[in-house]
């Protein structure tokens, strides 16, 4: 028996800048206590962007309709909640900075020329935003068979209770793979919803918070998996709106002879992208023909698609 949970959806420095039409490029000056890690010149890139230098080349563009939006002041941003006050629909996808100034607390300030407003951010807070690690979403790993065992993320259930540490890296792991391994799981029953409210919620569908995988004589099954039959590689619940993120499986028992029962995974990625290499019409299909996903459980239909 299979029970599966959790589809669970993981110095001192000061210039001031104004705003020329004509002008490009801002001269700053700082004084002797100007630190490394702060600004050396602000660029106005082009029409609808500021570019920010910093002391070693790097530059960082920043969209002006993005700064207005993410003005941190009591006005933009309620102080108890941290909830968004500002209407970005009303934002002037024209709005330009009016007056720039660095201030000797380490914040850029804008004035806007659209409206009577300044909004002031912290240099570091600019930076941790321009950076690869926040701009960049984290790609995936490629993988296919001969993959390396040892290179697959694995972890022992009671570190993952117990850690944070450990437990972050087995969701980066996830993330990278698509599955993990997690080895020395008590044979409870239970143990797998309390294992997945550890990474996240339970996502509760049609089939309940847990789902039971039990093969039944196959005139009885209502389900293919509650057959004897081996199932064939596939991704579960493509007939839902919005599929789980991710699924737990915990074996609590296996009956037949060895290595009769056993789970098999494919990148999903790596076959998308060898079919973008090798048959590109055949990708262009796979990616825009609507395809209807549906099952039929219990004499009721779901299904998503046209």
């Given at each position: 028996?299979?029970?599966?949970a959790?589809r669970?959806?993981?110095?001192k420095?000061?210039?001031h800048?104004?705003?020329?039409?004509?002008?490009g490029?801002?001269s700053?000056?700082?004084?002797?206590?100007f630190?490394?890690?702060n600004l050396?010149?602000?660029?106005?890139?082009?029409?609808?962007a500021?570019?920010?230098v910093?002391?070693?080349g790097t530059?960082?563009?920043?969209?002006n309709?993005?700064?207005r939006?993410q003005?941190q002041?009591?006005?933009?941003?309620?102080?108890?909640?941290k909830q968004?006050?500002v209407?970005t629909?009303?934002?002037?996808?024209?709005v330009?900075?009016a007056?720039v100034?660095?201030?000797?607390?380490?914040?850029l300030?804008i004035t806007w020329?659209?409206e009577?407003h300044?909004?002031?951010?912290?240099?570091?807070w600019?930076r941790e935003?321009?950076s690869?690690?926040?701009s960049?979403?984290?790609r995936?790993?490629?993988?296919?068979t001969?993959?390396s065992f040892?290179?697959?993320?694995?972890?022992?259930y009671?570190?993952i209770?117990?850690?944070?540490?450990?437990?972050?890296?087995l969701l980066?792991g996830?993330y990278?793979?698509g599955?993990?391994?997690?080895n020395d799981?008590p044979?409870v029953e239970?143990?797998?919803?309390?294992f997945?409210?550890r990474l996240a919620y339970?996502?509760?569908?049609?089939y309940?918070?847990?789902f039971?995988?039990i093969a039944?004589?196959d005139?009885d099954a209502?389900?293919?998996?509650?057959?004897?039959q081996a199932l064939?590689?596939?991704m579960d619940m493509?007939?839902m709106?919005?599929?789980?993120g991710g699924?737990?499986?915990?074996?609590l028992?296996?009956?037949g002879?060895?290595n009769q029962?056993?789970?098999f995974?494919?990148?999903?990625f790596a076959?998308?992208?060898?079919l973008?290499?090798n048959?590109?019409?055949?990708?262009?299909?796979?990616t825009s023909?609507p395809v209807?996903?549906?099952?039929n459980?219990?004499?009721?239909?779901?299904g998503?698609g046209?």
């Amino acid at each position: 028996m299979i029970r599966s949970a959790a589809r669970f959806w993981t110095s001192k420095f000061h210039a001031h800048l104004r705003f020329a039409p004509s002008i490009g490029l801002l001269s700053v000056k700082h004084s002797t206590h100007f630190s490394k890690r702060n600004l050396t010149d602000v660029v106005k890139s082009s029409s609808s962007a500021l570019k920010l230098v910093w002391h070693n080349g790097t530059t960082h563009e920043f969209k002006n309709v993005w700064l207005r939006d993410q003005c941190q002041c009591p006005e933009c941003v309620h102080t108890t909640t941290k909830q968004k006050l500002v209407d970005t629909a009303s934002i002037p996808l024209d709005v330009t900075p009016a007056e720039v100034t660095l201030s000797d607390v380490g914040k850029l300030k804008i004035t806007w020329s659209n409206e009577n407003h300044t909004s002031a951010y912290d240099i570091e807070w600019l930076r941790e935003r321009a950076s690869e690690r926040f701009s960049s979403r984290r790609r995936p790993k490629l993988w296919k068979t001969g993959v390396s065992f040892d290179s697959l993320p694995k972890a022992r259930y009671s570190r993952i209770m117990d850690s944070d540490a450990d437990l972050y890296e087995l969701l980066s792991g996830f993330y990278d793979y698509g599955f993990a391994i997690v080895n020395d799981v008590p044979l409870v029953e239970d143990t797998v919803e309390k294992f997945a409210n550890r990474l996240a919620y339970v996502k509760e569908t049609f089939y309940g918070r847990l789902f039971d995988v039990i093969a039944y004589p196959d005139a009885d099954a209502s389900h293919l998996a509650y057959t004897s039959q081996a199932l064939d590689l596939h991704m579960d619940m493509n007939y839902m709106e919005k599929s789980p993120g991710g699924q737990v499986l915990h074996c609590l028992e296996s009956q037949g002879p060895p290595n009769q029962a056993v789970s098999f995974f494919v990148d999903g990625f790596a076959v998308a992208n060898w079919l973008r290499e090798n048959h590109l019409t055949a990708f262009h299909v796979l990616t825009s023909l609507p395809v209807r996903h549906a099952i039929n459980v219990k004499g009721v239909s779901v299904g998503v698609g046209f």
